[in-house]
Nanobody
């Protein structure tokens, strides 16, 4: 059974930092892309950061150098270091893993972890 379990969310003041972790189990995720989406109330889910199995990274435009994604392929864990947080960064952060079946992607999702940034 595939499981992605996030941790590290919480309440932080503007300008502060948080480090999110996502532990994946049930598959060998080293060949998968993994990353983070987020969703604020009444807004669409948006990409925060992703990392391919080869280490290439993509960030949402709003990141502006404040966040860093990393992963430990041996431990099937992906991290998101978030610095200089802003109230606009508040939302539920979801970890995901992307598996490709020929030309079709399949996504596994975690349950989400709440991030709240106070002004």
């Amino acid at each position: 059974q595939v499981q992605l379990v996030e941790s590290g969310g919480g309440l932080v003041q503007a300008g502060g930092s948080l480090r999110l972790s996502c532990a994946a189990s049930g598959r060998a995720f080293s060949s998968y892309a993994m990353g983070w989406f987020r969703q604020a109330p009444e807004q669409e889910r948006e990409l925060v950061a992703s990392m391919t199995n080869r280490g290439s990274t993509t960030y949402g435009d709003f990141v502006r150098g404040r966040f860093t994604i990393s992963r430990n392929k041996t431990q099937n864990t992906v991290y998101l270091q978030m610095n200089n947080l802003d109230p606009g960064d508040s939302g539920v952060y979801y970890c995901y893993a992307e598996q490709w079946f020929i030309t079709t992607p399949h996504y596994y999702w975690g349950q989400g972890t709440q991030v709240t940034v106070s002004s």
